[in-house]
Nanobody, 121 residues
Framework: VQLQASGGGLVQAGGSLRLSCRASRSILSVFTVSVFNWYRQAPGNQRELVATIFGTRDTAYADSVKGRFIISRDNSKKTVYLQMNSLKPEDTAVYYC?????????????WGQGTQVTVSS
């Protein structure tokens, strides 16, 4: 498995969770230049992009999570994180991490297995 996602669970509204995505099989040089995304998919909905990290610090967020979620990465651990604060019931979904690597050839894309986040009201 290229990406291993963890950290999901059940939390009350207003609470926090931190998701982790470890790219254990990625060599460090590939990991460092990869773009990582967190997506989520709620039942009956399409998968939506939640957050992206480019390089070390450049980030982008969906409007629905801006100001509440923080994406970060630790290259030494080959891990990407999604800190989720002030959670709302509408954040309930399966969260997936995604890695996109653009080397000299066609882009390579990898997906984690998904981790369930449930926010109770």
């Amino acid at each position: 498995v290229q990406l291993q996602a963890s950290g999901g669970g059940l939390v009350q509204a207003g609470g926090s969770l931190r998701l982790s995505c470890r790219a254990s099989r990625s060599i460090l040089s590939v990991f460092t230049v990869s773009v990582f995304n967190w997506y989520r998919q709620a039942p009956g909905n399409q998968r939506e992009l939640v957050a992206t990290i480019f390089g070390t610090r450049d980030t982008a967020y969906a409007d629905s999570v801006k100001g509440r979620f923080i994406i970060s990465r630790d290259n030494s651990k080959k891990t990407v994180y999604l800190q989720m604060n002030s959670l709302k019931p509408e954040d309930t979904a399966v969260y997936y991490c995604n890695q996109v690597y653009r080397g000299s050839g066609p882009p390579s894309e990898f997906w984690g297995q998904g981790t369930q986040v449930t926010v109770s009201s």
